[in-house]
């Protein structure tokens, strides 16, 4: 595969991932419940793939990797239902840019968990993005409190920090069949909630059927598929520096598509989230090779919503 294409599959990846919020909003149905659609299509379709492509439907040897890609994939489930909640309570930007704390949180612990070195450059980024984090909530979290959708946003960042650190530990399992294992993972730990909350009783499909399955086939099923299709080809620098285009876009998206504003300090505290992390992670990327986990499966520090 040529650089250029993968690059241009990457970035495709990680647009469609970064309208997961817009497409989510088009579907009138509990926010569990489209997670529910989302994870049933997305790992049906990349079981579809995996299939085709010849891989053997068998556990994989390293049984305690095997176990830890299962936890990873159970930990994005929750992840995503209680961030596409935030979606609706404080909208996708705001919910988006909490999320993508998730990775500061691995970096925090990533001395105890992994043994790693905890620069300079690192907790100068992990302060900027907590900087930023205080910007864009710490006005209303004062005068306020903690509002429901923030809780649901701060505890979709602590899942992905387990859904990534799980992840980091199941290094023997890769490519597509990481993928196909983790979603399949995800899916049955909604289904688990979704049934024991509401039982087989579902919304109306009919009329979410279009927006239900672009958000299942195309930004799950598909943009899993190109981004895999596509990082191996792309350097540790590329993927982890452009993987923010995700978090960003989907803030671009929410504002030009769905009308939601921020304030101008709201749009500062964005910037030195997605700016400290992004050099946070450049500080550590000379040390540490990139390996793939799932939305959402990303790469160590960045994940697929």
Do not use: D
Not at 142 to 156: C, V
Not at 257 to 272: D, N
């Amino acid at each position: 595969m040529k650089v250029n294409t993968a690059f241009l599959k990457y970035l495709a990846a990680l647009l469609l991932f970064g309208s997961n919020g817009i497409v989510a909003s088009h579907i009138l149905l509990p926010s569990h419940e489209i997670v529910f659609f989302r994870t049933l299509i997305g790992s049906a379709f990349l079981l579809l793939l995996f299939i085709i492509s010849k891989g053997r439907l068998q556990i994989p040897q390293n049984k305690k990797h095997f176990a830890y890609l299962l936890l990873s994939g159970a930990a994005m489930g929750a992840c995503w239902l209680v961030l596409f909640e935030a979606y609706r309570m404080v909208g996708v930007g705001i919910s988006t840019l909490i999320y993508y704390c998730g990775p500061i949180i691995v970096m925090a612990l990533s001395p105890l968990l992994f043994h790693e070195r905890l620069s300079a450059a690192k907790v100068l980024g992990m302060a900027v993005v907590l900087a930023g984090m205080f910007l864009i909530n710490g006005g209303s979290v004062l005068t306020s409190g903690l509002s429901k959708g923030l809780i649901y946003a701060i505890l979709s960042a602590v899942f992905y920090a387990v859904l990534v650190i799980s992840s980091k530990k199941a290094r023997s399992i890769t490519g597509l069949a990481n993928s196909m294992y983790q979603l399949t993972a995800s899916f049955f730990t909604v289904a688990v909630f979704t049934l024991a909350k509401q039982g087989l009783h579902f919304g109306s499909i009919s009329e979410n059927l279009l927006p239900i399955l672009i958000i299942g086939l195309v930004n799950t099923g598909v943009g899993c598929y190109l981004y895999f299709s596509s990082i191996q080809s792309l350097s540790v620098g590329t993927v982890s520096v452009c993987g923010y285009l995700e978090p960003l876009s989907a803030v671009v998206f929410s504002v030009i598509l769905l009308g939601e504003s921020l304030t101008f300090l709201q749009g500062v505290g964005g910037a030195l989230i997605i700016g400290g992390a992004v050099f946070a992670e450049g500080a550590g990327k000379r040390k540490h090779q990139t390996s793939v986990s799932g939305t959402g499966l990303q790469q160590q520090t960045n994940s697929l919503i």
